[in-house]
C-alpha cells in the first residue's frame, strides 16, 4: 500500500512537458507532466488543452513532450504492468542501450516479470547484438565487448529465447541466432 501523495508533492514530481502548438495562430500552451506519465505516454492531450485552440479556436496542431530516460522503477513496472508501453512499435529498439542492460537482466530474472515483456527484453538484448555486428555506415563503432556480453546473457537464458519464437524479428535472428552457443 502506497500513501496518497498531495497536490503539492505531485506538482513537485512533474518535471516534464508537453507542449501543443496551434497550426492556424501559432499559440502554445505546454502542460507538467511526472516521469512516469512522460515515459509510457500517459497523458491526453485533448483532455489537457481542449478540443480547439483557446486563442483561434483552430482544432489543428502540433505536439511534443518531453521523453525521459529509463530507469529501473520505470523498467520495472512496464515490465509488471500490460498497460504500459515505452514507444507502442519500437519498445525493442528503445530499450537496446548499453545503459538499459543491468536492468533489463534484472527484469528478464524477475518472476514479477510478465512473459510478453521478457520477449521484448530478450528482443532488445538481440537488437543490442545485432546493432553491434551488423555495421553499415562508416561513423558508428561497434561495441564488441556490450556485443559479447549480450550474446553471454542471452546464452545463459536460452530456453527463454526458444519460447520467444516469432517475437524475435526474422531478420534479427538471422544475424544473432548463428552467434550464440550450440549447446
Ligand atoms: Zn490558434
Known amino acids: 500500500m502506497s500513501i496518497p501523495l498531495t497536490p503539492r508533492q505531485l506538482l513537485s514530481m512533474?518535471?516534464?512537458v508537453v507542449n501543443r502548438k496551434c497550426t492556424d495562430c501559432g499559440f502554445e500552451v505546454n502542460a507538467p507532466l511526472t516521469k512516469r506519465e512522460a515515459a509510457f505516454e500517459l497523458f491526453d492531450a485533448t483532455e489537457l488543452f481542449g478540443p480547439t485552440c483557446v486563442v483561434c479556436g483552430g482544432s489543428k496542431s502540433t505536439g511534443s513532450f518531453t521523453m525521459p530516460m529509463l530507469d529501473e522503477e520505470l523498467i520495472t513496472a512496464w515490465a509488471q504492468d500490460e498497460g504500459l508501453f515505452v514507444e507502442r512499435q519500437d519498445e525493442e529498439l528503445i530499450l537496446a542501450e548499453g545503459r538499459y542492460l543491468e536492468m533489463?537482466?534484472?527484469?528478464l530474472d524477475s518472476p514479477l516479470t510478465l512473459l510478453h515483456k521478457k520477449h521484448v527484453l530478450l528482443s532488445a538484448l538481440c537488437v543490442i547484438i545485432y546493432?553491434?555486428?551488423?555495421?553499415d555506415g562508416k561513423e558508428w563503432k561497434p561495441n564488441n565487448s556490450l556485443k559479447q556480453r549480450a550474446i553471454d546473457e542471452l546464452?545463459?537464458?536460452k530456453e527463454l529465447l526458444a519460447q520467444a519464437g516469432d517475437s524475435i524479428m526474422d531478420y534479427i535472428q538471422k544475424v544473432v541466432y548463428p552467434q550464440l552457443s550450440k549447446d
Open 104 to 107: 533489463i537482466l534484472g527484469a
Open 155 to 157: 546464452n545463459k537464458r
Open 131 to 135: 546493432d553491434n555486428a551488423v555495421v
Open 14 to 16: 512533474k518535471k516534464y
